[in-house]
């Protein structure tokens, strides 16, 4: 396939997904349902974030829609914990799209007023270009994956409102710099939104758990 001929097909995949994006957030919307699109590299805790956030918000109504190439054992952790959750399994994919987040959406129904959380499939790169119908991406980089991550897959990070620097309970035991890892993170977006945290510890998570609340209650208006 020549190049012009990549471009094209790929700008019409895009373009297909905004549509379908478009769709999904116009329902999502009219629920005063808020969606985030949690991103990251695998392995940097996003499921175990989420077990612990759905603990810290209690009675709070909300449901989970996973993102993995395969197995459902993501969507078993979550429900563990008494949530609803869907897996979807991408297969050969790399990432999730708006036509199976809309399908989840379909299928989950969520609640007025109710957490929507998005787990993509681990991956930085091209999670960052599908939009799904989410009020924000957070992006989920825990410290073990070092400072330089923000600056080689700038694409993501840009596009995230807010990351949450995971395992900081870690620190100490990989010599990372927490400093220079944000520093990075606002040189390649300076609005982005950050927040150091442990799900291990409970260290940030009341700072995160009040950003989701204040999320939800502007929604909401
Ligand atoms: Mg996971
Ligand atoms: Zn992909």
């Excluded at 620097?165 to 990989?174: G, I, Q």
């Amino acid at each position: 396939m020549s190049q012009a001929r990549l471009i094209e097909v790929e700008t019409a995949i895009l373009s297909k997904n905004d549509a379908l994006a478009a769709s999904n957030r116009r329902v999502l919307n009219a629920l005063g349902c808020l969606a985030l699109n949690l991103v990251s590299s695998p392995g940097s805790g996003k499921t175990t974030l989420l077990c612990r956030t759905i603990e810290a918000l209690g009675e709070a109504p909300l449901a989970v829609i996973e993102g993995d190439q395969q197995t459902s054992t993501d969507a078993e952790r979550i429900r563990a914990t008494g949530a609803r959750a869907i897996q979807i399994n991408t297969g050969k994919g790399c990432h999730l799209d708006a036509q199976m987040v809309g399908q989840a959406i379909d299928d989950l129904r969520p609640r007025p007023n109710s957490f929507l959380f998005i787990e993509n499939v681990g991956n930085l790169v091209c999670p960052a270009a599908f939009d799904l119908g989410e009020d924000a991406k957070v992006a989920v980089l825990s410290v073990t994956e070092g400072e330089d991550k923000p600056l080689k897959y700038p694409d993501m990070f840009t596009a995230a409102r807010l990351a949450i620097l995971n395992k900081t309970d870690l620190a100490p035991h990989c010599d990372v710099d927490l400093d220079l890892c944000e520093a990075n993170l606002r040189r390649v977006n300076p609005r982005i939104e950050v927040i150091r945290l442990s799900a291990r510890t409970g260290e940030g998570m009341a700072a995160w758990t009040g950003w989701l609340r204040t999320r939800l209650a502007e929604k909401a208006q």
